[in-house]
């Protein structure tokens, strides 16, 4: 568990290892225990970590959140409680570091999300297909950013391909892009909706607009 730590603390300022009574020499002492497997120390641990889990089961991402339970069980055990051994006590706590552990966990997995949405080929066929369905506005934002992948400072010059776009300056894409994607979500052909579903989901919690 001992790690060589690089940088000094400010004069005045003791280390808390260098304090008998701190709580980390207890919480040191049960990640010990827990690597090696002890039963006891193990059911603490759960006990404790399972508000952590819980929460991070909770994300709307999840389809199943007893799934989800298991995959951050999973996580925190994997490689024999590997993020157990990458606890730095000098910087959190160790309920600290699993929060910090499975809030990191659950935004690569909805990066991880975002790039397969992304790349569906049936966002693509969902869109041509529904061609006769979208107003001619929608299709066409939706054609620039999801098929050709133009970027919003560039749409604005591209604005009179389409006499029907009513965008009036790059802040409102988002406005009108969101539309679209309601829009095809709800007229698109049934074998299409859950692939534009979750693209819609990605795109929503990554914060950006495509």
Known sequence: ???????????????ILSRPGHPVHQDRQLVERVRAGDAVAMRRFWARVEPFITNFASDPM????????????????????????????????????IDYFLREELRLELARRRRMSKQDPNIVTAIEESIEELP???????????????????????????????????????????????RLHKVCPEEYRESVGSFINARQRSGRYR
């Open 62 to 97: 999840w389809a199943e959140s007893d799934d989800a339970v298991g995959r951050g069980r999973m996580l925190i055990e994997q490689n024999r409680f590997e993020v157990l051994q990458k606890w730095n006590p000098r910087t959190r706590s160790l309920i600290q570091h």
């Open 136 to 182: 001619a506005q929608h299709y066409w934002i939706l054609k620039k950013i999801v098929n050709e992948r133009v970027r919003p400072k560039k749409l604005m010059s591209m604005l009179g391909e389409c006499p029907e776009v009513r965008i009036k300056s790059p802040a409102s894409i988002g406005a009108t892009y969101s539309r679209a994607l309601k």
């Open 1 to 15: 568990m001992d790690k060589t730590f690089t940088h000094e603390l400010p004069a005045g300022v003791s280390s």
